[in-house]
């Protein structure tokens, strides 16, 4: 028996896919409709890992079933190249995001046609490119007119060595997950102005639309939890001892209203605002 060499065979399908445009597709089709999208991947300059050919294999995976079906199906790749990793990786190498990413782009491409995945090419996009992101911008612009955009203050966690704020789950054991150095600073709690959607808004038409879904009952239940509706009181303590011109409130949210007449005492969060607002006073 004759042993597949793939590099004997899959360069020249791979180049007639390209040149007959085999997977472009019409909107205009007469056929049953269906989008495969994988998750769009962050450029990076190493190159694609097992975890994106995995994720890319199962949506050129379903779009081939379908195709197979007689359906018109697509699936598309584009590029989220914009924001944390691109800017890191400028500091890094000293090269200016948009050559950076331009490179990478071009490398991602050349690894996903020769993978082989059955993507119509014509619908590329990359995210840092202005005719994209004028409709993110355009998104935001309509967020802040319902006043779903706001600003306010908020510690968040920051590494002194990257010059970047970091989501919970970068920091590990109390450092910045890019560094594997035992020396490097520990990172620390910086109160910033920051932009916030306000998503609590929907919780509701969330939590009340989940049970319709057709999920597995362990995916909803997560759902729920992370909703985490709970229903309770807000109970308004006076602060005493701040000068007789100052008059000032804690406002407590509870869901066991009875445990609030045995307080004796209060402890506020290093953060809250009313601790930079008296200090000492506070304490
Ligand atoms: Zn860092």
């Given at each position: 028996?004759?042993?597949?060499?793939p590099?004997?065979?899959?360069?020249?399908?791979q180049?007639?896919?390209?040149d007959?445009?085999l997977?472009?597709?019409?909107?205009?089709?007469?056929?049953?409709?269906?989008?495969?999208s994988?998750?769009?991947?962050y450029?990076?300059?190493?190159?694609?890992?097992?975890?994106?050919?995995?994720?890319?294999?199962?949506?050129?995976?379903?779009?081939?079933?379908?195709?197979?079906?007689?359906?018109?199906a697509?699936?598309?790749?584009?590029?989220?190249?914009?924001?944390?990793?691109?800017?890191?990786?400028?500091?890094?190498?000293?090269?200016?995001?948009?050559?950076?990413?331009?490179?990478n782009?071009a490398?991602?491409?050349?690894?996903?046609q020769?993978?082989?995945?059955?993507?119509?090419?014509?619908?590329?996009f990359n995210t840092?490119?202005?005719s994209?992101?004028?409709?993110?911008q355009?998104v935001?612009?309509?967020?802040?007119k319902k006043?779903?955009?706001?600003?306010?203050e908020?510690?968040?966690?920051?590494?002194?060595?990257?010059?970047?704020?970091?989501?919970d789950?970068?920091?590990?054991?109390?450092?910045?997950?890019r560094?594997?150095?035992?020396?490097?600073p520990?990172v620390?709690?910086?109160?910033?102005?920051?932009?916030?959607?306000?998503?609590?808004?929907?919780?509701?038409?969330?939590?009340?639309?989940?049970?319709?879904?057709?999920?597995?009952?362990?995916?909803?239940?997560?759902?729920?939890n992370?909703?985490?509706?709970?229903?309770?009181?807000?109970?308004?303590?006076?602060l005493?001892?701040?000068g007789?011109?100052?008059?000032?409130?804690?406002?407590?949210?509870?869901?066991?209203?009875?445990?609030?007449y045995?307080t004796t005492f209060?402890?506020?969060a290093?953060?809250?605002?009313?601790?930079?607002k008296?200090?000492?006073?506070?304490?």
């Amino acid at each position: 028996m004759k042993r597949y060499n793939p590099k004997d065979i899959e360069p020249k399908w791979q180049q007639q896919w390209e040149d007959t445009k085999l997977y472009e597709v019409n909107e205009d089709s007469t056929k049953q409709k269906i989008f495969a999208s994988p998750m769009l991947p962050y450029p990076s300059g190493a190159g694609l890992h097992t975890g994106h050919v995995r994720n890319f294999t199962i949506a050129d995976v379903v779009a081939r079933f379908y195709r197979q079906k007689g359906y018109n199906a697509m699936t598309n790749m584009a590029w989220d190249s914009f924001g944390l990793p691109a800017e890191n990786y400028a500091i890094k190498t000293g090269t200016p995001p948009a050559e950076s990413t331009a490179t990478n782009i071009a490398y991602f491409k050349k690894q996903v046609q020769r993978v082989g995945m059955s993507v119509d090419w014509s619908r590329e996009f990359n995210t840092s490119d202005p005719s994209y992101y004028r409709w993110t911008q355009w998104v935001f612009s309509l967020l802040y007119k319902k006043d779903l955009a706001y600003q306010a203050e908020k510690a968040q966690w920051w590494c002194d060595q990257c010059k970047t704020v970091l989501a919970d789950e970068q920091v590990v054991s109390g450092k910045c997950w890019r560094h594997d150095d035992e020396n490097d600073p520990t990172v620390t709690k910086k109160s910033f102005k920051q932009w916030f959607f306000k998503t609590t808004e929907y919780a509701d038409d969330i939590l009340e639309a989940t049970d319709a879904l057709d999920w597995p009952q362990k995916i909803k239940t997560m759902q729920k939890n992370w909703i985490g509706r709970s229903e309770g009181t807000v109970v308004t303590f006076q602060l005493d001892g701040l000068g007789a011109q100052e008059q000032e409130h804690l406002d407590v949210f509870t869901t066991a209203i009875e445990t609030i007449y045995g307080t004796t005492f209060m402890v506020v969060a290093p953060e809250h605002p009313v601790v930079s607002k008296y200090g000492a006073a506070c304490r």
